[in-house]
């Protein structure tokens, strides 16, 4: 028994058709829509007839070696630049995501941590990459692991080592916490200080609820050193601040005082080891773009240096 004749698929319009409408009605003759379009004159002039051929209908008359469009050709005209438009923007928008200028990052971290690391990441992420658009907002713990878990942010940046759900969690390296001191005071002088060094200063210290400040204090428990505490905030920054006024001498993380440090306020090693580590949050559920990795590179290379 005979295998049947397969049906023919009618043929439809294709796009190289409404390309060549389009030529056609942008230069008015086969050889300019042809030399638009890299193509020869015959070749234009065929797919027209074809494209007639299959609407069932003339779009152009022929007069003197040029093409007039009829009425028809003009209604299919003014759909054919709107779909074009539309066309042009889908092309601009792909290009637009390949240039880094055109990305846009959503970053969220800690109040502290945009004066203190932030800054010098996207220097270096700027440098390295060229101008890149960043958003940064800024938040307290829990908003900050609620904020992340919602997925509305490309990086997070927080002190807490646990990820919220719908995230993981980056570690940056451990940097010690250092003694921020007013420029000229007598502990300048040292080039590391221990526990013992800071009996009966005047200390600026965290909030009392700080984790930082707690271990701190414990130190300071431990060696049995009695300290001045007059002044305390939630800030590093505040702490640094006041630092520089000459109210006090304080310990902080080194980020902030790297970034407060200068001619009023000085910065001295300990001899004992706080540990202070920064996490980079990154959501699992938000499209990924290569700008979040380059500024993870950036703020890895800031704590480094």
Do not use: K
Not at 105 to 124: Q, T
Not at 215 to 221: K, L, R, S, T
Not at 271 to 277: G, M, T, V
């Amino acid at each position: 028994m005979s295998e049947p004749l397969p049906v023919p698929v009618p043929e439809r319009i294709a796009h190289r058709h409404i390309e060549v409408f389009r030529a056609l009605m942008l230069t008015g003759t086969a050889t300019g829509a042809a030399s638009m379009l890299f193509t020869s004159q015959p070749t234009v002039s065929r797919e027209l007839a074809r494209l007639e051929q299959l609407l069932g209908y003339a779009l152009f008359d022929r007069s003197q070696g040029r093409l007039r469009p009829n009425a028809r050709a003009l209604q299919l005209w003014d759909e054919v630049q709107r779909s074009w438009a539309g066309l042009d923007r889908v092309v601009e928008r792909a290009l637009e995501l390949g240039r880094p200028h055109q990305a846009s990052l959503h970053v969220l971290c800690l109040p502290a941590l945009s004066h203190a690391l932030l800054p010098r990441a996207l220097a270096l992420l700027h440098a390295g990459h060229g101008p890149v658009s960043v958003s940064v907002a800024t938040q307290e713990a829990p908003l900050l692991q609620e904020w992340m878990a919602a997925q509305r942010y490309d990086l997070g940046l927080s002190e807490l080592a646990d990820a919220p759900p719908g995230t993981r969690s980056l570690p940056l390296p451990a940097l010690d916490e250092v003694a921020v001191l007013p420029a000229g005071h007598p502990l300048a002088q040292h080039s590391v200080l221990g526990a013992e060094d800071f009996a009966g200063e005047s200390f600026i210290s965290l909030a009392r609820d700080d984790p930082y400040r707690q271990q701190i204090d414990a130190v300071f428990a431990r060696a049995r050193v009695e300290r001045q505490m007059r002044l305390e905030t939630h800030s590093a920054v505040a702490v640094c601040a006041m630092v520089q006024q000459g109210l006090g001498v304080a310990v902080v993380n080194p980020l902030t005082a790297r970034a407060c440090a200068g001619p009023q306020l000085v910065v001295r090693p300990l001899a004992f080891s706080i540990p202070f580590q920064v996490h980079m949050l990154l959501p699992l559920h938000r499209p990924a773009v290569p700008e979040v990795d380059w500024l993870v590179a950036a703020l890895l290379q800031s704590v480094q240096a």
